[in-house]
């Protein structure tokens, strides 16, 4: 095989190895070929997306929906010949290739995955050559975003009430007043909680708390939700014909990931759930939604303002094992000049005004050939059928319309996640 070695890697800025909008991501394509090996293009691209699959049981027939959603999809051509036909050469070796992508600002959503639905970001390397399929490198990064603080009551006070008439196995009323603080909390902060309790009913009621997340996945018109609890915790009974006036701390886990909100396809919301337990009753309870806002670490270089420029205390990392790991390089790099490092594209090639002639690369030495070097960088994504060779135009960052389509019926194919 004539290609060794064919990746892409890129260095961490935090020790919890997470991007968020506006960070450089500065990394390399590395790649090692046994002989002269010719080229047609090299191109670097980082991609948001958003999918969604699954599948509904109705008798003997089965119903399949999903949808897909994009952010961005940022191209930078690090070598590509300017004619159809014609080929660079890169010489036996190993061959590093720098590049720096920042990502995009824009309100987009924090990678999330699960087996129903998933939101990856990723940069990704291709290789074209003449006759041959595509190679391809990838690297998937933990984007977390940046707090939105326009959500409506995020900072004010919550307050909702409740109230039951017992006729079966009790007679009286119950009612049920529950108050927090605010609405949004990050990743081990606590949550304070007062309920007040008028029991005027003959049962004695024991008052219980739940903090759960609600994932929902949305495609052609239909949902799916999920709930799993993260805490839960009870008080002391209220006996019958009293008053109690109590509070609870409820401290989020430290690895409970940030709300997902900006999304049309895929939400991720928690709910506190406060309820008493009657018996052979329906328990009066309310629910009162939470916003997990993300907690950032000061990170190494490349700076940027984290919770405490949002007005609260830092209260440490998130628990990254639940999410992907981007590949780091684990070997030292070779001595100097066992490979060939290329330098990364001038202010000038990174928006396409100048072009240079093509190259062959020979450990240092350059040999003219017919072609073309050029880049493009853009914080923009644009729909895959205005991406064609010679197209420069990308339209603003953000989210677009989630791409819709029919549902399949019975005996059809029904597309899975794919690797990336």
Known sequence: MTIKNFSIEYDAINSQNIFTNGDTINGRIVMEVSKETPIQSLTFIGKGSAKVRWVEHHGKRNRYYWSDEKYYDIKQHILRTMLVMSTDFIAQGRHVFPFSFKVPNGKMPSSFKTSTG?????????????????????????????????IAGLMEPQHDCTDKKLAVFGSGTIAMDVYTKKMGYQPGETLQVKVEIHNHSSRDLKPKFELYEKQSFFAQGHRRVHTQVIVKDKLESINARSKEIMEKMITLPRNVPPSILNSSIIKLEYRLKIYLDVKYATDPEIKLPIVVLPAFETPARNQHPGAAAYGFEDFGGLNQQSWNQAPQPSDLPPPYGAHTVYPPLSNSDKYGKQRRTGTKICQGNILRRPGKWGGSYSGHYTPKASWQQGTEEQPSPGLTSPEIRPAIGENQHFPEFPDG
Do not use: G, P
């Not at 990856?120 to 707090?147: G, N, R």
């Open 118 to 150: 998933r939101i990856v970001h990723k940069l990704k390397a291709e290789l074209k050559q003449s006759m041959k399929l595509t190679k391809t490198a990838k690297a998937h990064f933990t984007f977390v975003s940046k707090a939105d603080m326009d």
